[in-house]
């Protein structure tokens, strides 16, 4: 599968940033999805994820902040991004999860898109 994704830019502190992530094939079939950031200077990190169930989970960064979703129709994930602040600089990545005896694989990773938020 393949993912794309897109929405990153440039933006001021405090406002809002919606990310998309499209996959080429049916996101159904991905137990989870996701966003991790890569910020400058930093080991890629967690963000956001969604599982199948819908059941979120959110850095403690961002809770409050951003929120994940998924359109199954569309084979699309989202991230709002709202009160966007300097820290949230970087690359975000979106990606494709399956589940194997209770633990989480990642078996698809996008491009990443640039978020720069300037204070």
């Known amino acids: 599968v393949d993912l794309v994704e897109s929405g990153g830019g440039l933006v001021q502190a405090g406002g809002s940033l919606r990310i998309s992530c499209v996959a080429s094939?049916?996101?159904?079939?991905?137990?989870?999805l996701g966003w991790d950031l890569q910020a400058p200077g930093r080991q890629r990190e967690s963000v956001a994820t969604i599982t199948s169930d819908g059941d979120t989970n959110y850095a403690d960064s961002v809770k409050g902040r951003f929120t994940v979703s998924r359109d199954n129709a569309k084979n699309l994930v989202y991230l709002q991004m709202n009160g966007l602040k300097p820290e949230d600089t970087g690359i975000y990545f979106c990606?494709?999860?399956?589940?194997?005896?209770?633990?989480?694989?990642?078996?698809?990773w996008g491009q990443g898109t640039q978020v720069t938020v300037s204070s």
């Open positions: 094939e049916s996101i159904s079939q991905f137990n989870r």
């Open positions: 990606h494709a999860d399956r589940r194997s005896g209770g633990y989480y694989y990642t078996v698809a």
